[in-house]
């Protein structure tokens, strides 16, 4: 064999190792900066947010089954939060137009049961 194929799968292997970067583990004082600028967005986002007045969400044109939006919600603590009760024409002939809401979680309670707005 000569030199060269010899060499070849030796500069081969160099070449693979070289460009592998070695997993660099991030500083700790990188972390702690990284913690307190998201606790400083964080912070930031509920300020702009507090003052947003909640919008509900109108569903499509075609309701064919009860419909309460959001689907699903985080609720603050202490702070009201807007849900929408959408039912199909038949059920608001058949029923009415008050809807009356309950909660099983004694944490939670409405602060109204009556309509208030009507579509």
Same mark, same amino acid.
């Given at each position: 064999k000569n030199i060269?194929?010899?060499l070849e799968p030796l500069i081969f292997e160099k070449r693979k190792a070289l460009? +592998?970067?070695p997993i660099?583990?991030? +500083?700790e004082s990188t972390k702690k900066m $990284?913690? +307190?600028l998201r606790n400083l967005l964080n912070r930031l986002a509920k300020q702009e947010l507090e003052g947003?007045? *909640? %919008?509900?969400? *109108?569903?499509? $044109?075609?309701?064919?089954s009860l419909i309460i939006e959001p689907g %699903?919600?985080?609720?603050? *603590?202490? +702070?009201?939060?807007?849900? #929408?009760?959408?039912?199909p024409i038949e059920i608001v002939k058949e029923e009415g137009q008050e809807?009356?809401?309950? #909660?099983?979680?004694?944490?939670?309670?409405? $602060? #109204? #049961?009556?309509?208030? *707005?009507?579509?």
């Open positions: 060269e194929g010899i460009e +592998k970067r660099k583990e991030i +500083k $990284l913690m +307190k947003i007045k *909640e %919008v509900p969400i *109108e569903p499509g $044109l075609n309701i064919t %699903v919600a985080n609720i603050p *603590e202490n +702070k009201p939060r807007i849900f #929408s009760i959408y039912a809807a009356r809401i309950k #909660s099983d979680n004694i944490d939670i309670r409405p $602060l #109204s #049961s009556n309509k208030i *707005e009507n579509k």
